[in-house]
């Protein structure tokens, strides 16, 4: 569903607000409590014992999302690196953009089970439109690491995020996927700088950074060691 320590400023973007990338940096280490919609969806939905839960993905999921200067998203990118899960392994590329989400990856099946089931239910895409997928059989090459940040590339597409200004952990046992509650817990690195590019061309838009010095945020960043369990 992980980054040289520099100062950072809360940023005055609003579509820095609730999303993921500000959950993520919101605690490092024990559960954290969901604000906002999906908070009330997670409270309402039969919660099971999460001392009970079992593994159903094995792996990382850095990612980065882009505003323009009002705020609207305009690109949204969720990087999977599957390691273990009851649908294989392999890697996959979920790219959101306002006309439509294209998904790349050698592992169809396991490319359709993290899109809907995982990124499709994703903070960072509440309240926007959601299309039915284009799926690319195109491989997934991709470096990802907390000392350097992420680099991903599949087909035409090529996503980055560097600059990694913290490491720390964050676990939840309330994050609600559909309807769904599931325990998570990761490694996370928020980054300085993210890019996509798409056939050559920087999509528009910037990722936002926001929190302290000492706990920085970005709507850009890495993960390691991630696990959800249901």
Same mark, same amino acid.
């Given at each position: ?16 607000? @609730? ?48 505003? $323009? ?47 809907? $089931? ?57 994050? $609600? ?32 950074? @926001? ?20």
């Amino acid at each position: 569903m992980t980054r040289s320590r520099i100062a950072t400023q809360p940023s005055s973007r609003p579509g820095a607000v @609730g999303r993921r990338s500000v959950l993520l940096g919101a605690a490092a280490t024990g559960a954290v409590t969901l604000a906002g919609p999906r908070a009330a969806l997670a409270a309402e939905s039969p919660a099971s014992d999460p001392a009970t839960r079992k593994p159903v993905l094995v792996g990382a999921n850095p990612g980065l999302q882009l505003f $323009d200067e009002d705020g609207a998203c305009t690109a949204y990118a969720s990087v999977w690196r599957v390691d273990w899960s009851p649908h294989g392994t392999g890697d996959a590329l979920v790219l959101w953009q306002p006309d439509g989400v294209t998904v790349c990856s050698s592992r169809r099946e396991l490319a359709r089970w993290v899109t809907e $089931d995982f990124t499709r239910h994703f903070p960072e895409l509440d309240g926007l439109p959601w299309h039915d997928p284009v799926y690319r059989p195109w491989p997934v090459l991709l470096h990802l690491g907390l000392a350097d940040g992420l680099v991903a590339r599949a087909g035409t597409i090529e996503v980055r995020a560097s600059g990694v200004l913290d490491v720390r952990s964050f676990t939840t046992d309330t994050f $609600d996927l559909g309807g769904s509650e599931h325990s998570l817990h990761l490694v996370l690195g928020p980054c300085a700088e993210g890019s996509v590019r798409v056939g050559g061309r920087r999509l528009p838009g910037q990722i936002t950074r @926001g929190g302290t010095p000492e706990r920085p945020s970005s709507s850009a960043f890495v993960t390691e060691a991630e696990v959800w369990r249901v």
